[in-house]
């Protein structure tokens, strides 16, 4: 099964199973990037967030026109934080951006309750490493490939560049299929 790319400069389509690495300045702006590779050929998407709640997701997914409908997201950041839950079909929650453990299970819950061409967005493993620690954050970054694979998914993965350390960010550019790089003045480039 091939999933169709419409990220700027990337192969036009990825086999299942591909996880891509977006890697951006701490204050580049993500969103079109991440709502392009959302919202074509998909039946189904799971947007991890670590770094917005729910509901600035949905702000975003609107802005975009991504078909709401066809998207779980999953917030990290409301418990924690306090705010008002309203658990629903298309909102879950877990406790904390560090309860790496319970994002990889409703990653796994994800991919084996839906059907069909399905897209992960997870924003951001710099987030999840900010909360838990680089090793924790690597093993649940795997884990959650690991799952693509074995579900015919794909999934696309935020990295802000500066935050980490060199060897960190080559380390996760090892990991994955391919890398989108998006520069401080948007430009992108990618290695497939």
């Known amino acids: 099964m091939e999933y169709t790319l419409s990220i700027e400069n990337a192969p036009d389509s990825v086999p299942a199973g591909t996880g891509i690495l977006l890697v951006h300045p701490s204050t580049g702006e993500t969103d079109r990037i991440d709502t392009d590779f959302l919202s074509s050929d998909t039946d189904h998407m799971l947007i991890v967030s670590t770094r ?52 990889v299970e409703q990653t796994r819950q994800f991919l084996a309750e839906n059907d069909g061409k399905r897209r992960v967005s997870v924003d951001s493993i710099t987030e999840m490493a900010y909360y838990a620690d680089e090793d924790r954050t690597r093993e649940a970054v795997e884990a959650i490939l690991d799952l693509l694979a074995d579900h015919d998914a794909v999934g696309l993965f935020h990295l802000a560049e500066g935050v980490h350390d060199d060897d960190v960010v080559g380390g996760y550019r090892e990991l994955f299929d391919g890398v989108v790089d998006l520069d401080a003045d948007g430009t992108v480039s990618t290695d497939f």
């Not at 509901?55 to 991504?66: D, F, N």
């Not at 418990?79 to 929650?93: A, C, D, F, I, L």
């Open 52 to 103: 917005t709640t729910a509901r600035e997701v949905e702000q975003k997914l609107e802005h975009y026109e991504v078909d709401e409908s066809r998207a779980t997201i999953l917030d990290t950041l409301s418990v924690e934080r306090g705010y008002t839950r309203r658990q629903s079909e298309n909102v879950k929650y877990v406790s904390a951006p560090d309860d790496l453990d319970a994002i």
